[in-house]
């Protein structure tokens, strides 16, 4: 069973029709205003919503988020989607729409959406996404270079690293070569979380080794 979770808000009827479809996904159905489900709105993967009694302003808050939403609406201008900053994974559906076409779409969006996922890793506060080389702490969002990312990767895989393993995984050196390219990118990388998150130790180093956040 795939761990993706639908939930539709807005129409009891289309959610029966999904379910009807036979897609291997959780599907999930709520009563309650959009609006009014905040904490499940924010923790769930995709939003299916019939947004017609929806304030522009409340849906504003939702689209910061990077889960996908499918909008169904009936009329385009109505909503005045044209004014709002969408996301890659948020979708605008004119109704009526074929079924075996939603099914399709859904299926892209889905596809997407774990690639995404897969690429988000948390590390204690820290959110580290591979795929756009950024690093997130509540509302402060850093960018990283390739090399950044990768050196953070091999920290977080196996902790406890020496610079000559690094410099083999990471930059693809000899062991034996010595190269200032590690102490470069790991000053320029603390200075990174010094300055934006006051973290003087997210990379700590005892006994010739390297750490994510290991007291010493």
């Known amino acids: 069973m795939n761990n993706i979770c639908l939930n539709i808000f807005g129409s ?7 379910k009807e479809l036979s897609i291997d996904y959780n599907i999930n159905f709520f009563e309650k ?26 849906v504003k ?15 385009k201008k109505y909503f005045e989607m ?3 900053k969408l996301l890659e994974f948020h ?20 596809t997407k959406y774990s690639f995404f996922k897969q690429s988000k890793i948390i590390i204690n506060n820290y959110e580290i996404d591979s795929n756009q080389r950024v690093v997130t702490k509540g509302n402060i969002k850093v960018k990283l270079t390739e090399k950044e990312i990768k050196l953070i990767l091999a920290l977080h895989n196996e902790n406890g690293l020496k610079k000559s393993y690094l410099l ?25 979380f ?15 080794k390297y750490y994510l956040f290991k007291s010493v």
């Open 12 to 18: 009891k009827i289309f959610y029966n029709l999904i």
């Open 33 to 58: 205003k959009f609006t009014e489900q905040k904490d499940i709105v924010l923790r769930s993967d995709i939003k299916i919503i019939f947004p017609e009694n929806l304030k522009l302003n409340e």
């Open 61 to 75: 808050d939702f689209l910061i988020k990077n889960s996908p939403i499918i909008f169904l609406v009936n009329n």
């Open 82 to 84: 044209n004014k709002l």
């Open 91 to 110: 979708v605008i559906l004119l109704l009526p729409i074929d079924f075996l076409s939603f099914k399709e779409i859904l299926k892209i969006l889905i």
């Open 168 to 192: 083999e995984k990471v930059w693809n050196y000899n062991s034996n070569l010595e190269s200032h390219a590690f102490e470069t990118h790991l000053h320029r990388l603390r200075k990174k």
């Open 194 to 208: 010094q300055n934006n998150f006051k973290d003087k130790n997210f990379i700590s180093e005892k006994n010739s």
